[in-house]
């Protein structure tokens, strides 16, 4: 074999190497790419969402501390979610959507929830205002006769029962 | 010897009246919550709203998805709730699916499993487990249960022809017998 034959064979051998070992990094790098789509979410993850969930069994109980099957169950449920890329708020939704308003500890539906309560309370004062206004009036009235009339008009009174128990007497 | 006191400064009025508004709103809120707990479930000779299930994929009534109580009219309805977490759900789930298997070649009984609170993936497990086929599928935002009023799971409630509660069972059946002797009034 001819010595030009020799060193093309070395040449080629060590480009087929070098290809080999691109392909292997390329492949490894495609692989690591993949897996980091979905990595498994840390339990702190995981509660980070469950706290701003309620039991749907105990009452108001956070779902990152309830030790009950259920909450086990929704919180494998956040888990699982969080490996298809679901975002906290995509979560949080789907629990409100899925199991009620109570699940969530934040109202979807902000104006039944906030202004109806407030409407409800602003109606109860103007109706006890208006109702102590209606009391406080004859007390009102009371006041204008000057204490001292109302003295003699008792006084009056006390006299006119004296007599009249005198004039029995006699 | 004389003594001075001095005089109190009264509470302003618009206080006072914030007060009594807190304590009234408050006793309200209180008595709202106890007069719902004391309410307790629907009650028999009650007719029962329409509603909608949508059922799970596999557990369909008549290769539909969705039903709505209405569309069984005619019919006796068997409502259980239920969850995968509920263990004593577990104690009837078997007597129940056997009830189902008698009364279903009928065709004048319908069955229908209300998951309440639950995740789909451990309610497959579960109706797997328990070999369920009736018609089954999650309550949704938990309408139906707050219609029922229901205070755990499981319950059911035996619906008659024309749509008028007749019964309400709280917990478990424990026989199938039970369960018959519920199902038969409601046929005749």
Redesign the interface.
Known sequence: MKVSTMLNKIRNTKYAVLATILLLFVTLLAFNSVSAQGPEPTDDEVNKIAKKLYCPVCENTPLDVCPTEACRQWREQIREMLIEGKSEQEIIDYFAATYGERASGDPRDKVKAYLIPIVGILLGAGLLVSALRTWRKPKAAEAIIPAKDAGDVHQDEYIARIEAELKKRD | MTETTTPRRAVP?WIQ?VI??FI??LLAIVALGLSRRQQGTVQPGQKIDDFTLTLYSGYELGGRSEIKLSDLRGKAVVINFW???CKPCEQEAAELQQAWTEYEPGGEVVFLGVD????E??ARVYMKKFGITFANG?D????IS?YFRIRGVPETYFIDKAGVLRYVQIGPFVKVEDIRAQIEPLLK
């Open positions: 009025l009246i009594w508004i009234v709103g969850a995968s977490w309440y609170v639950d995740t993936t451990d999650p949704l935002a938990t309408s707050q």
